[in-house]
Nanobody, 118 residues
Framework: QVQLVESGGGLVQAGGSLRLSCAASGSIFRINVMGWYRQIPGKQRELVAI?????KYADSVKGRFTISRDNANNTVYLQMNSLNPEDTGFYYCNAVVQRFNGAVVSYWGQGTQVTVSS
C-alpha cells in the first residue's frame, strides 16, 4: 500500500556531489518523519539524516549533507557534497507514515548504492 522509490545513487569521484531522492506513494494520510540511513561495509547501519519535528545529522556528515523535503509530493532529498570514499555504502530511505486507516507504520525504500572513488 505504501512504496518508497529512491533514485540518484551511483559512482562519483572524491570531492564530488550526488543528490538522492525518495518519493513515497500509496495510502498515506501524513508522513511524520522521513530520513536516510546507510550501511557501510564493516560498520553498523547508521542514521545519516532525519527530518521530522527537527532536522538531525550524523556527526560524520554535518556540514556536507543536507536533507530537505517536498511535503506536497511526499518526497525527501539528500544533497551530498564533498563526498569521500568513507561515504561509500548502501543508502536507504525511511518514512514513518500515518495511513488513512489510522495505522502508523515505518516503511523502507529498496536502497541505492553510493560509491565514491579517490
Amino acid at each position: 500500500q505504501v512504496q518508497l522509490v529512491e533514485s540518484g545513487g551511483g559512482l562519483v569521484q572524491a570531492g564530488g556531489s550526488l543528490r538522492l531522492s525518495c518519493a513515497a506513494s500509496g495510502s498515506i494520510f501524513r508522513i511524520n518523519v522521513m530520513g536516510w540511513y546507510r550501511q557501510i561495509p564493516g560498520k553498523q547501519r547508521e542514521l545519516v539524516a532525519i527530518s521530522g519535528g527537527s532536522t538531525k545529522y550524523a556527526d560524520s556528515v554535518k556540514g556536507r549533507f543536507t536533507i530537505s523535503r517536498d511535503n506536497a509530493n511526499n518526497t525527501v532529498y539528500l544533497q551530498m557534497n564533498s563526498l569521500n570514499p568513507e561515504d561509500t555504502g548502501f543508502y536507504y530511505c525511511n518514512a514513518v507514515v500515518q495511513r488513512f486507516n489510522g495505522a502508523v507504520v515505518s516503511y523502507w525504500g529498496q536502497g541505492t548504492q553510493v560509491t565514491v572513488s579517490s
